[in-house]
């Protein structure tokens, strides 16, 4: 497994911008695919956006496509989530997480290291 530390979180009014950043430790990060969860209060996780190890692929969430984009910076051991145009409804705990895999993937039950979760709080 993989460690993984989350940074970047915070309050932010409507309309708002945050880039959160996933730190991961080891020397083999580029074997990882790499995804952004989210859980507000009293709901359950839910998926944010993936990426594969190289990248090349990515998919995100209905909810925040168009807003958010998920990147990665292998050199850096790094993923990244940019959140343009934040919505109160986007208020919850940010996860990391990774899985060794080719493909990207888009169930919680899907990866085995997380992250201890960053807050993002959108005020209207």
């Known amino acids: 497994q993989v460690q993984l530390v989350e940074s970047g979180g915070g309050s932010v009014q409507a309309g708002g911008s945050l880039r959160l950043s996933c730190a991961a430790s080891?020397?083999?990060?580029?074997?990882?695919?790499m995804g952004w969860f989210r859980q507000a209060p009293g709901k359950e996780r839910e998926f944010v956006a993936a990426i594969s190890r190289s990248g090349g692929s990515t998919y995100s969430a209905d909810s925040v496509k168009g807003r958010f984009t998920i990147s990665r910076d292998n050199a850096k051991n790094t993923v990244y989530l940019r959140m343009n145009s934040l919505k109160p409804e986007d208020t919850a705990v940010y996860s990391c997480?990774?899985?060794?895999?080719?493909?990207?993937?888009?169930?919680?039950?899907?990866?085995?290291?997380w992250g201890q979760g960053t807050q993002v709080t959108v005020s209207s």
């Open positions: 997480a990774a899985r060794v895999g080719l493909s990207i993937y888009l169930d919680p039950g899907d990866y085995d290291s």
């Open positions: 080891g020397r083999t990060f580029i074997t990882y695919a």
